[in-house]
Structure formats: C-alpha cells, structure tokens
C-alpha cells in the first residue's frame, strides 16, 4: 500500500490514497501525512526499507532456490 503514494502522485487527478496502519510495522520509515494530504517521501527509492520484524517474518518463511 505504500507504494500506492508514488503511483498517485504520478496522476495529478487522482482523488484518494489508501493507507492502512496496520502495515507501518513492516517499515522503519512513516509515511508523512499534513493537512490532510499523503507527502511523497524524498529518500532513495520508494522511500521505505523493511523493518526488522518484516525481514524476520521474511527470512522465516522464505525457502527461495530450495526443492522441497
């Protein structure tokens, strides 16, 4: 949902963002909300990096390149 702020900011008509705060663990950075209105954040990339949590939720779960 995060990167829902990039692709509206893309489209100048666009009327609304979805933001849910039960994903702002997944994150160590918060999107920034003034006066109503989402700020597209000015850090490299999307503007977001994965929290601890996440990357262990993550590294748990995960058997990437391995045959079961």
């Known amino acids: 949902m995060e990167i829902h702020l990039h692709l509206a900011a ?3 008509e666009e009327p609304w963002l979805e ?4 994903l702002e663990p ?4 918060r999107l920034e909300l003034k ?5 597209v954040p000015n850090r490299p ?3 977001f990096s994965l929290s601890e949590q996440a990357l262990a939720w993550t590294a748990e779960k995960a058997a990437f390149g391995k045959q079961p």
Request: charged content about 20%; proline content about 5%.
């Open 10 to 12: 893309a489209y100048p």
């Open 19 to 22: 933001h849910f705060e039960w």
């Open 26 to 29: 997944m994150f160590n950075e």
């Open 35 to 39: 006066d109503g209105r989402m700020h």
């Open 45 to 47: 990339g999307l503007g």
